[in-house]
Nanobody, 117 residues
Framework: QVQLVESGGGLVQAGGSLRLSCAASGSIFSISGMGWYRQAPGKQREFVARITSSGSTNYGDSVKGRFTISRDNAKNTMYLQMNSLKPEDTAVYYC???????????WGQGTQVTVSS
């Protein structure tokens, strides 16, 4: 099993920045990659960013150029640096980890990000 705990959410004005953290514990050796998803009220969960075990990254179109995903292997922690925030970035942000064999998904509890206009 893998446990994920997010932190760093909060209220920020449009144009501001926040950094989210996701601390992983448990069977970390089995993780193939980690990422972030978000869900706004009344909307489906949306892919934000992903980083693989080899360090490759990819981003959702709506956050490219503004958000940066990274990780600190020594601390078993993943980060999401969010710059130039917009009101439409308001959502609950979920940390996600996955294992390829067998295919398994792990989710954190979520952290609220609110961007005021």
């Amino acid at each position: 099993q893998v446990q994920l705990v997010e932190s760093g959410g909060g209220l920020v004005q449009a144009g501001g920045s926040l950094r989210l953290s996701c601390a992983a514990s448990g069977s970390i050796f089995s993780i193939s990659g980690m990422g972030w998803y978000r869900q706004a009220p009344g909307k489906q969960r949306e892919f934000v960013a992903r980083i693989t075990s080899s360090g490759s990254t990819n981003y959702g179109d709506s956050v490219k150029g503004r958000f940066t995903i990274s990780r600190d292997n020594a601390k078993n922690t993943m980060y999401l640096q969010m710059n130039s925030l917009k009101p439409e970035d308001t959502a609950v942000y979920y940390c996600h980890a996955y294992r390829l064999e067998p295919p398994t998904n792990y989710w954190g509890q979520g952290t609220q990000v609110t961007v005021s206009s």
